[in-house]
């Protein structure tokens, strides 16, 4: 399928960081491929630095590609604000608003790379003719809502969404490394943070999870820790929103020898940059280090790395044969994440460093 040059495609994926992250490949394989195009997106207000520094402009308007490197416009949509609080007049005007700009934007297509009820609402906000989705979305019934559905064959994430992507055009394409913008005070920050420790290799640690479910226990955490600070890395621990409990107990099990930080997003991916390493269960800072290029061990449960795991770079995941595909949201972690233990990732990790060291 041929699209004229000014080409405008909206991209429709509001969150999370991690599906933020695996759909970013596949727009970075359509920016390459189509230069030309006209790109927005419409994401979560919180995730914007996934996609554009703060103070960075549309490419229309003062672009910088290391600020913005893959759309030309971003649209908000605080949806969970709106789910809170659906007959507030405040949510009334954000969706109309929102629908304003989407209508302004003159768009060709729309690509929902989220398949849920919900993006593929705001998708036909748009009022394009053309609506993409995937002929099976996470929530079935937002099929319904696209004008083209796309049976995907790969197994993971990452290529599923290629996939959709090369429907646009009718192109074959393939996941590539993806774009992220690099955000100047975030990198000077990350460079004062870790002047210390010139000269080691630095591991990111992130012992949060989304669910009980996916948390394997930060004492064993604290064990792997010791054993990396034993071997003569600095290791810093992720702090996410609520997970200061967890960074203390490692710090305390490691007297101080590792350090917990808890900046903002910018910060991370810059932090991430750095790192000869990361050591983390199915979250957002693990594909953001996968999507950075940099070494990952995943410590896998109940999601299927087949379909949510590391992906792009050099990688070891350790799940048990016992554990099975379950995203239900159960407190306690699952039986088989529990048999997996920190003498195993740090074979891992062993290996990993092994081979960062030697490039």
């Given at each position: 399928m041929q699209t004229q040059s000014k080409f405008r495609l909206l991209i429709v994926r509001l969150g999370a960081m991690g599906d933020i992250l695996h759909a970013l490949p596949a727009v970075t394989a359509l920016r390459m491929?189509?230069?030309?195009?006209?790109?927005?997106?419409?994401?979560?207000?919180?995730?914007?630095?996934?996609?554009?520094?703060?103070?960075?402009?549309?490419?229309?308007?003062?672009?910088?590609?290391?600020?913005q490197p893959l759309v030309d416009r971003l649209h908000f949509a605080p949806t969970k604000d709106w789910r809170r609080q659906p007959l507030a007049g405040e949510t009334f005007h954000g969706i109309s608003g929102l629908r304003q700009a989407l209508r302004a934007g003159e768009y060709d297509t729309v690509l929902d790379l989220q398949g849920a009820i919900r993006s593929a609402m705001v998708g036909r906000l748009a009022g394009c003719r053309r609506v993409i989705g995937e002929a099976e979305p996470r929530e079935r019934a937002a099929r319904w809502l696209f004008t083209e559905r796309v049976v995907t064959h790969g197994a993971h994430v990452i290529e599923q969404d290629v996939e959709l992507a090369s429907a646009v055009a009718g192109d074959d394409l393939k996941p590539v490394q993806p774009l992220l913008p690099i955000e100047m005070a975030g990198e000077a920050w990350a460079d004062e943070l870790l002047a210390p420790y010139a000269g080691c290799p630095k591991v990111l640690i992130n012992p949060g999870a989304g669910w009980g479910a996916k948390r394997w226990p930060v004492e064993r955490y604290a064990a792997v820790v010791q054993g990396l600070v034993e071997r003569g890395c600095q290791v810093i621990v992720n702090v996410g929103p609520g997970e200061e409990p967890l960074a203390e107990v490692i710090v305390k099990q490691t007297r101080g020898a590792a350090i917990s930080v808890a900046g903002h997003l910018g910060h991370l991916i810059a932090l991430t940059r750095r790192m000869?390493?990361?050591?983390?269960?199915?979250?957002?800072?693990?594909?953001?280090?996968?999507?950075?290029?940099?070494?990952?061990?995943?410590?896998?449960?109940?999601?299927?790395?087949?379909?949510?795991?590391?992906?792009?770079?050099?990688?070891?995941?350790?799940?048990?044969?016992?554990?099975?595909?379950?995203?239900?949201?159960?407190?306690?972690?699952?039986?088989?994440?529990?048999?997996?233990?920190?003498?195993?990732?740090?074979?891992?990790?062993?290996?990993?460093?092994?081979?960062?060291?030697a490039q």
């Open positions: 491929a189509h230069p030309e195009w006209v790109i927005g997106w419409v994401v979560e207000p919180r995730w914007q630095v996934l996609l554009a520094s703060p103070g960075s402009a549309g490419r229309d308007t003062g672009y910088s590609p290391s600020l000869a390493l990361a050591i983390a269960g199915d979250t957002g800072p693990l594909h953001l280090a996968c999507a950075l290029g940099r070494p990952v061990v995943g410590i896998y449960g109940p999601t299927d790395p087949s379909r949510n795991g590391p992906y792009g770079t050099r990688f070891k995941v350790l799940r048990s044969h016992e554990s099975r595909r379950d995203h239900t949201r159960y407190e306690a972690p699952e039986a088989g994440l529990l048999t997996i233990q920190p003498e195993e990732v740090l074979r891992a990790a062993d290996e990993l460093l092994a081979g960062e060291a």
